[in-house]
């Protein structure tokens, strides 16, 4: 992990960034399991470094595609974690006044232009926001991001493709981390590093280490600063992992097939724990630091809890409101 | 007035609203060098260029699903599939995504985009390009559908299309592109959701689509020399669908066909005779009918097309059915 290169408030945002997501996705997992939260949501645990490095990277102006398990990408985005909060319970103060849930959180004022429930809908999305800078020179770029199991749809394939052939500024964040649902991908997919791909589309494909959010953010800068010079898309593969299930009602039984100790040798390899001891070992920071962040996140999220319960749910009549036909 | 085909009309349309807004972008396969499969973008290209008028790979939820991105991020995009039929290969974009994102955003959003697709039967096409998909995303709300007739019909109501801030599905009809029609030299937008009526009658009232609207006033010249007064209504939306004129229509005549040329089973007939039952049940004097493609794929040989496809002998019949 390079912290040397990064000043200390560059560093302790990243962590503040990656402990925020892990904190509320914990207070998500409680709400399923007191019963509070209808349906379901898809935990971005283990998972934070990618979403963290690379929108750290964005301009504020700049746009995100995200999927399913998108609280990571909004937190990242600065989405106001009340209003998520408050769409997962599907209460009226909630970024898509109840109507969304998690799956599709979406917030324009943050160029989130969605969480999406189709694995792989966003993508073609994303790249769509990119031609509409190219075309009217802004000189935005848009991420899309998506999971292994995205790269094997069509869309997947057919927005990179277009992206390519017209240079379009899109980054292209894939999160591997390993499972499709149930599915391991080593065991539909012939391709062990998913970063090849790009190869077939006359494009850079980069592979890095999904759990480091210091290589995650060098990689992101590099492609998002090519996407913005006019040089084309980059297809970044993150490898990581998911701790919890698909969602949170899956117990996430399938794991051991490939080895007795994969999920806490992913574990081991905690993107905040591992930033903050790298941080402590090298003198980046004290204890203490982390102490205020942990302090003032904790109440923030706690915030976040109480505005989401006191919330009201919609009235009935807004189930007809914001559709035309 | 001037004489133009249906195919020109749509081209005049699309360059009048490109010339006002910037916004406006066109996508789709082949409508960029060769101006169209059907040249409904000739000379485009030439005019406003290749970011405005974009040739696409064979990707078409690809391309589909980048218009969703444009319009959420400002843009309005216009974008062509070769045939209805190809919806189906775009459709997660359209009727998952399109569709629904306004609503599942809580109202942060637009889409203004709309998708030009041609329907019908009548060129041995068989199955997989001849179908008519009007009826079939009727069913999913946020989709605006248009069904335009004539070449004046399709000009104005593609030009409220562009302009409107929903989806819209734009069903031209195949067979109408290449013939000509008396068209104003200036076309304003046709607002949605208000049927026309095209034809007055008395004795019974056709309700139709596209094509049929042609093929129900030849009907009813024909029927009229024989003594049969038909009053027959553009419908030019199916979403939304103005129910009331239909209403008012049957008050008058007490008996209601409706054409389209989509599959029966499940179609805009079944939705019009269900409402007319519900609004105007006491003013029927006779079930409703329909006149529309039978539940088969569309075959190849002309032997078999032909006697499927909704005629003019084929609405004649149902009235004199009906009537007498």
Not at chain 1, 51 to 63: K, Q
Not at chain 1, 182 to 200: E, H, K, Q, W
């Amino acid at each position: 992990m390079n912290v040397k290169t990064y000043s200390k408030d560059q560093l302790l945002a990243w962590y503040e960034t990656m402990y925020k997501m892990r904190r509320f996705e914990e207070e998500v997992f409680e709400f399923y399991k007191q019963g509070l939260m209808p349906g379901l949501a898809h935990l971005y645990m283990g998972e934070e470094a990618v979403a963290t490095g690379v929108c750290a990277a964005l301009n504020d102006s700049d746009f995100i595609g995200s999927t399913h398990r998108g609280h990571g990408h909004l937190i990242a985005r600065g989405a106001d974690i009340k209003r998520m909060m408050a769409e997962i319970l599907g209460k009226v103060d909630g970024y898509c006044r109840g109507k969304g849930g998690s799956m599709h959180i979406m917030a324009m004022d943050k160029g989130i232009l969605g969480a999406n429930g189709i694995v792989g809908g966003g993508i073609p999305i994303a790249t769509g926001a990119a031609y509409m800078a190219k075309y009217k020179k802004t000189g935005q770029v848009a991420v899309s991001f998506f999971g292994d199991g995205a790269s094997n749809e069509g869309t997947f394939h057919e927005s990179i493709n277009m992206a390519a052939a017209w240079d379009l500024p899109v980054i292209y964040v894939l999160e591997n981390n390993l499972y499709g649902i149930s599915v391991d991908i080593r065991d539909v997919t012939n391709t062990p590093n998913l970063a090849d791909r790009a190869i077939g589309y006359g494009i850079p494909g980069v592979i890095v280490d999904g759990m480091d959010v210091t290589e995650v953010y060098e990689a992101a800068k590099a492609a998002i600063e090519r996407a913005r010079s006019g040089a084309g898309p980059t297809l970044i593969e993150c490898k990581t992992y998911r701790w919890q299930g698909h969602h949170v009602g899956d117990p996430a039984t399938y794991r051991k097939r490939k080895s007795e100790t994969e999920k806490e040798d992913w574990m081991a390899k905690c993107p905040i724990d591992c930033l903050k001891a790298e941080m402590l070992s090298t003198k980046k920071a004290k204890a203490s630091d982390f102490e205020a962040i942990e302090t003032a996140v904790n109440k923030e999220i706690e915030e976040s809890v109480n505005f989401a319960k006191e919330s009201p749910y919609p009235d009935v009549s807004e189930v007809f409101h914001d559709i035309y036909v | 007035m001037k004489e133009i085909t249906y195919a020109q009309a749509i081209c005049e349309a699309l360059d009048e609203e490109m010339e006002r807004d910037e916004n406006i972008v066109l996508l789709g396969e082949d409508i960029s060098f060769i101006g169209g499969n059907f040249k409904t973008s000739v000379g485009l290209l030439e005019k406003y260029g290749d970011m405005r008028v974009k040739d696409t790979p064979i990707s078409e939820a690809g391309f589909v699903g980048m218009g969703v991105g444009m319009a959420l991020t400002g843009l309005r995009p216009v974008i062509e599939l070769m045939f209805s039929d190809f919806l189906l290969v775009a459709a997660d974009q359209v009727i998952n995504q399109a569709a629904k994102i306004r609503y599942m955003s809580g109202g942060q959003v637009n889409v203004p985009m709309v998708i030009r697709a041609p329907i019908g039967a009548g060129r041995s096409s068989a199955a997989q390009h001849s179908q008519s998909m009007q009826a079939m995303v009727s069913q999913f709300p946020g989709l605006i559908v248009v069904v335009p007739s004539t070449a004046q019909e399709a000009k104005g109501l593609l030009k409220t299309a562009i302009r409107d801030n929903n989806p819209v599905l734009f069903f031209e009809h195949k067979m109408e592109y290449n013939k000509k029609f008396l068209v104003d030299d200036v076309v304003e937008p046709i607002p949605f959701g208000k049927a026309n009526v095209v034809r007055e009658g008395k004795d019974i009232t056709i309700v139709a689509t596209s094509s049929l609207v042609m093929k129900s006033q030849e009907a009813a010249e024909k029927l009229e020399k024989e003594g049969i007064s038909v009053e027959v209504i553009d419908l030019r939306t199916i979403v939304p669908l103005d129910i009331d004129t239909v209403v008012e229509s049957v008050k008058k005549t007490g008996k209601l066909i409706v054409a389209d040329e989509a599959h029966e089973r499940c179609g805009v007939g079944a939705e019009i005779g269900f409402q007319i039952m519900e609004k105007a049940f006491y003013y029927l004097d006779a079930p409703v009918g329909r006149v529309n493609t039978p539940n088969v794929p569309l075959p190849f040989s002309p032997a078999l097309e032909f006697p499927i496809i909704p005629s003019v002998d084929r609405i004649y019949k149902k009235v004199v059915e009906m009537v007498k």
